[in-house]
């Protein structure tokens, strides 16, 4: 037996503030955000169903979005050794095999959980396991094109956590009204995750990662992101106002014409402000998701399945 093998099977469990760092908690609030708007746009009691609630919460966050950053940092650990050797995994702080272990348990919790929560919940929650496995782990490995690798961040991100917020407290499967906002804004965060990619284009070129700034060029990925990102809440505003929403759907416009306006600047130099642009117009991306979520949930539409 090797040095390395022995190493992979004696290895120490690591420390609890390892495991936080691996599991990134900073990642949790995306997924937690699109949950409670799910919540929002049923319109149902809240204080009926609190155990249910916090639960959700702790689904989305600590459980499915902390498994998919366990899968990804396992999957990565030879690049990261590279790129980012202080990472949890690659500095050896979680040596061993750890970091795969942690990834299949906190995906088992998750799908237990998502078992307790009702049928609809536990669908969602089994896709979004899926893929967060699928976006890191061989053979697929969506991560290596932003195509096929944003779409899936978005809607896990994005469209299951809201769907399943709204599942958790309805008890069932949501009205057409919300599955269409956690379509829309989940497609809209395809261009959310494309400036996420902007940090990391010459590693990505370097290991063979097409992200779509490596396919397509800085400035065509950028353009193409703030399209789709604009369509997806034109879509919105337009089904509030075919919904009767108008005050609500002039919110979500306002802030559209804001992040147009940030955007624009973005735009002069894509590659130094991408970063700047996730943290100042995804900021009024979100905040036109509780709007929407706030429009729908008085509609018997919005209500039931």
């Known amino acids: 037996m090797t040095q390395s093998t022995s190493s992979l099977r004696i290895s120490a469990p690591p420390h609890p503030l390892a495991v936080l760092e691996l599991l990134k908690p900073v990642t949790w609030f995306a997924a937690m ?20 609630l916090f639960l959700g919460i702790l689904l989305a966050g600590p459980l499915v979005c902390a498994s998919s950053q366990a899968v990804n940092d396992w999957f990565d650990r030879h690049v990261d050794a590279i790129n980012q050797p202080d990472r949890p995994i690659p500095s050896g702080r979680i040596g061993g095999r750890w970091g795969l272990w942690i990834a299949l348990v906190w995906s088992g919790l998750s799908l237990l959980l998502g078992a307790s929560l009702g049928v609809w919940a536990f669908g969602a929650t089994v896709l979004g396991v899926a893929l967060a496995w699928a976006y890191s782990a ?53 261009g959310i995750m494309t400036l996420n990619d902007f940090k990391a284009i010459e590693g990505d070129r370097a290991m063979g990662v097409r992200s779509l700034p490596v396919q397509l060029g800085p400035d065509r990925a950028a353009k193409f992101a703030c399209v789709v990102m604009a369509t997806a809440q034109l879509a919105v505003i337009a089904a509030l106002v075919a919904l009767e929403r108008p005050v609500h759907a002039a919110i979500v416009l306002g802030l559209l014409i804001a992040q147009i306006f940030l955007m624009r600047i973005m735009l002069r130099d894509p590659r130094g402000k991408a970063p700047w642009y996730n943290a100042t117009g995804t900021t009024l991306y979100v905040l036109g998701m509780l709007a929407a979520a706030l429009a729908v949930a008085p509609l018997s539409g919005g209500l039931h399945g």
């Not at 955000?33 to 155990?51: E, H, I, K, Y």
């Not at 061989?138 to 917020?165: C, D, H, M, Q």
Request: hydrophobic fraction near 50%.
């Open 138 to 190: 061989p053979p697929l490995r969506l991560k290596l094109n932003g195509w096929w690798g944003n779409a899936a961040v978005g809607f896990s991100y994005e469209g299951i956590a809201w769907f399943t917020g709204a599942a958790v407290i309805l008890g069932g499967l949501p009205g057409p009204a919300i599955i269409f906002l956690a379509t829309a804004y989940s497609i809209g965060a395809h």
């Open 33 to 52: 955000w699109a949950f409670m708007c799910g919540v929002v746009s049923t319109g149902a009691p809240v204080l009926d169903r609190l155990p249910q």
